[in-house]
């Protein structure tokens, strides 16, 4: 059973930067492509970031790209977000979420395999 803890949400102000870190609970981390996904109060869960397994492949959205970066250290069953530049807009419950190696990239959320539990990031003007 995969469980995934995120951690490193918080609020901050328009411009601030923040890193979210997920840490998972698996024997073999490196099999799985990870992916960031963000949901804000009344609308519907978006695609973020996904990173292949091997972190050599990334993919973004484009309200987020140039501004946040994924990775992952797969020494530690972690994989980060660091999110710069920040906007109100990018307030939102922040999930991590993991799908076994295959198809790329895997942007929709019901190709996920595994979900955390979220972490908040708001965000003030």
């Known amino acids: 059973q995969v469980q995934l803890v995120e951690s490193g949400g918080g609020l901050v102000q328009a411009g601030d930067s923040l890193r979210l870190s997920c840490a998972a609970s698996?024997?073999?981390?490196?099999?799985?492509?990870m992916g960031w996904f963000r949901q804000a109060p009344g609308k519907e869960r978006d695609f973020v970031a996904t990173?292949?397994?091997?972190?050599?492949?990334?993919y973004y959205a484009d309200s987020v790209k140039g501004r946040f970066t994924i990775s992952r250290d797969n020494a530690k069953n972690t994989v980060y977000l660091q999110m710069n530049s920040l906007k109100p807009e990018d307030t939102a419950v922040y999930y991590c979420?993991?799908?076994?190696?295959?198809?790329?990239?895997?942007?929709?959320?019901?190709?996920?395999?595994?979900w955390g539990q979220g972490t908040q990031v708001t965000v003030s003007s």
């Open positions: 698996v024997p073999s981390f490196s099999s799985y492509n």
């Open positions: 979420a993991a799908v076994l190696a295959g198809r790329w990239p895997v942007q929709r959320v019901r190709d996920y395999d595994y």
């Open positions: 990173i292949s397994r091997s972190g050599l492949s990334t």
